[in-house]
């Protein structure tokens, strides 16, 4: 069996999504995501110049070789652009074999260990009151986890408050807009959010809040403890985890479970993390973590310390990743939880899928492959539209974290 062709193909239904396809000679094909916020030309063209050149007569069924292949010999190792161009291709190779053998991906990767992946939405709101009537409206749904997030007092405008409730899209700009942002602000709220939602509704649901790399160590240690009384399901991106030994510092002083690694895109940026038990759940993903192949290698080495997943699921994922994800965590006996910030009818639209939501949780289906397509000719009627993610700034004017 053979590679024939491999195509790039850029869409915009509402937002822009990049999806690599690779064609076999015995007419069955596969898709990868290869999306990054932002920079979705850089990888597009990674793909298409550096590559797709080297995929075509190649043996799909060789996973693992390719994926070796292009991570040792481009010689340039990791960075988003090239784990995530990476990404794409085994993504499409897992769907291939899967395709191939008649099966549902995570029957590949050892069958299912649990029967749905619970998911967590997103609640957010101007003030407390209105993120906690979005919490009430995501319970209704069924949901067992939410993310909550609120407007800080005296900020014009915070992360993660959106117009639009439902599709929540961060990109919103042709070029960057700009936020504000005051730590003393956001320590002063941010615990009040969460003593109310758990007067109104309770221990029942978990509640989870993304603090989005915006806090020193020492700060997000201060918040961690902060939100101890509310039993948080996991404190987000506290800081800045370039600095991986960050993280002891938080670990020291609060008990409330850490979540960090929607930027990542290798074992190496997690490694420290990992091993020395300073996080509890690993939120890398298929699309930015070089695949199911390296995705599943991050999962195994957490499972020996105590670190379950929660792979990132925001809109900027497309529906061919949230795919992946779900036959990935399935199957993994270290899933924690999965995020799902639902994509636009139109999204949906151009990536028909198998996946379903019902009672919280997500199922993959059981399609051959990882259940998700793509509808070419749909997606030829949304051209690429330029779109950034804001940049944010102190109250000073110094250029701070998004
Ligand atoms: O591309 C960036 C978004 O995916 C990110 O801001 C969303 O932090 C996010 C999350 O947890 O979903
Ligand atoms: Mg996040």
Same mark, same amino acid.
Request: proline share 5%.
């Given at each position: ?10 869409? *915009? ?7 690599? #396809?690779?064609?076999?000679? =015995? ?8 999306? @990054?916020?932002?920079?979705? +030309?850089?990888?597009?063209? !990674? ?49 291939? #074999?899967? #395709?191939?053998?008649? +099966?549902? +991906? ?62 929540? =899209? ?16 956001? &320590? ?8 109310? +939602? ?16 915006? &806090? ?37 002083? /609060? /008990?409330?479970? @850490? ?57 900027? &994922?497309?529906?061919? *990743? ?23 009818? =139109? ?14 949780? &997500? !199922?993959?289906?059981? /399609? ?35």
């Amino acid at each position: 069996m053979k590679i024939t062709d491999a195509k790039v193909i850029v869409t *915009c239904p509402g937002r822009n999504f990049v999806t690599l #396809k690779i064609i076999t000679d =015995e007419g069955v094909y596969g898709i990868g995501d290869a999306t @990054l916020n932002g920079r979705e +030309l850089a990888v597009a063209s !990674y793909l298409q110049e550096h590559l797709v050149p080297c995929l075509i007569g190649r043996d799909p069924h060789q996973i693992e070789d390719i994926w070796q292949y292009f991570y040792r010999g481009a010689y340039w190792r990791r960075g988003p652009v090239t784990m995530t161009a990476i990404a794409a291709v085994d993504t499409a190779l897992w769907d291939i #074999k899967a #395709k191939i053998a008649g +099966l549902p +991906l995570y029957q590949l990767l050892g069958g299912k260990s649990r029967s749905g992946v619970m998911v967590y939405g997103h609640a957010n709101g101007r003030d407390i009151e209105e993120t906690s009537d979005e919490v009430a409206k995501y319970l209704e749904m069924g949901y067992k986890a939410i993310r909550a997030q609120a407007g800080v007092p005296g900020l014009a405008s915070t992360y993660g408050v959106s117009k639009d409730k439902l599709f929540y =899209e961060p990109a919103d700009a042709n070029l960057p807009s700009e936020n504000a942002w005051s730590t003393a602000k956001y &320590l002063d709220s941010a615990p009040h959010l969460f003593e109310k +939602l758990r007067e109104r509704f309770g221990f029942g649901p978990h509640f989870l809040h993304d603090v989005h790399h915006r &806090l020193t160590p020492i700060e997000a240690a201060r918040l961690g403890k902060a939100f101890e009384p509310y039993r948080l399901f996991w404190m987000e991106d506290a800081t800045p985890a370039e600095n991986q030994e960050g993280f002891r510092l938080i670990r020291k002083h /609060t /008990t409330t479970p @850490l979540a960090v690694g929607e930027v990542f895109n290798t074992i190496y940026d997690c490694q420290t993390l990992i091993a020395e038990q300073l996080i509890d759940y690993i939120r890398t993903t298929v699309v930015h973590a070089g695949g199911i192949t390296h995705l599943r290698r991050i999962f195994d080495f957490a499972s020996l310390y105590h670190v379950r997943s929660g792979c990132h699921g925001a809109t900027d &994922l497309s529906p061919i *990743c949230m795919g992946a994800s779900l036959h990935l965590g399935i199957a993994i006996p270290n899933f924690g939880v999965q995020e799902y910030m639902r994509h636009t009818k =139109e999204t949906d639209d151009v990536f028909p899928h198998a996946y379903s939501f019902r009672d919280g949780c &997500l !199922y993959p289906g059981e /399609t051959p492959g990882h259940g998700v397509d793509i509808d070419e000719a749909l997606a030829a009627k949304f051209p690429y539209s330029r779109a950034y993610l804001p940049v944010n700034r102190l109250e000073d004017g110094s250029m701070w974290n998004w």
